[in-house]
């Protein structure tokens, strides 16, 4: 098992890829934090990482305060005696506008995408430092990667956490916690008819924007949670212990 006794948090775990990846660690043998908004869907992963016989507790919290991260983090770090791991997954897709940007939504994509996963890092970080290092694991996107017409605000904050990746990791790799980042491109999550309907809620304009989506990615199709959860967990694992920095596209060939 490949995080036998580890004790991992995963933020925004209560669907899609953090869904998936709460399952997976645990069927790799780690305890696992499950932090989500929502508290109904944040019982039922606890529930269905013990029905597989693994080990979860849920916490409620919103990630897009600064002070409910601190907070969250603390407690999670009191039930686990401790933290090894951290999937800082957190995110939104932001308003699509650049002219007449809802200021209000453009603060609360800040929140959600930056500044939880920078407040969340620096909250596990002297626990891992005291459990002897340790591996810190953030999601961006192909959008932090190349630019995206389409989603301008949600771009530059994935290049935000894609930049903040590589400077954690040059900062905390004496502490032996290793920092790095996963860029997902489409995935078949809740999330993505969100990117899907900003021009209007729509059927055919929906179908429309998913068949373009899926044009350009060379694969021919969308991702499923688990591939990217499966990358997450390489990334955590001690089987990257020399992976430090790196920003992994697990995108079906987009970004090439």
């Not at 953030?138 to 389409?150: C, Y």
């Amino acid at each position: 098992m490949r995080l036998q006794d580890k004790r991992v948090v995963v933020t925004a775990a209560a669907s899609g890829m953090g869904r998936a990846g709460c399952l997976l660690f645990a069927q790799e043998g780690a305890t696992v934090a499950v932090v989500d908004i929502d508290p109904a869907r944040t019982e039922q992963v606890v529930a269905e990482v013990i029905a597989q016989g693994g080990k979860a507790r849920g916490f409620v919290a919103d990630l897009s305060s600064a002070e409910a991260c601190k907070h969250v983090i603390a407690e999670c770090a009191e039930w686990l005696g401790g933290i090894d791991l951290l999937w800082a997954h957190a995110g939104s897709p932001g308003p699509s506008a650049v002219e007449g940007v809802d200021i209000a939504a453009f603060d609360f994509a800040v929140a959600l995408n930056l500044t939880s996963a920078l407040i969340c890092a620096g909250e596990v970080a002297d626990h891992m430092r005291r459990a002897g290092g340790g591996a810190i694991l953030f999601t961006a996107s192909v959008a932090g990667l190349r630019g995206s017409p389409l989603s301008p605000v949600y771009s530059a904050l994935k290049f935000g956490v894609v930049g903040f990746t590589k400077s954690l990791a040059r900062r905390y790799a004496r502490d032996g916690i290793r920092v790095n980042v996963v860029c997902p491109g489409a995935v078949d999550t809740p999330m993505l008819p969100a990117f899907l309907d900003r021009d209007g809620n729509d059927d055919e304009l929906r179908a429309a924007n998913q068949a373009r989506l899926v044009a350009n990615v060379p694969m021919g199709r969308v991702a499923r949670p688990e591939e990217i959860a499966h990358a997450a967990l390489w990334l955590l694992s001690d089987d990257a212990s020399f992976v430090n920095g790196v920003a992994l596209p697990v995108d079906g060939g987009y970004a090439a």
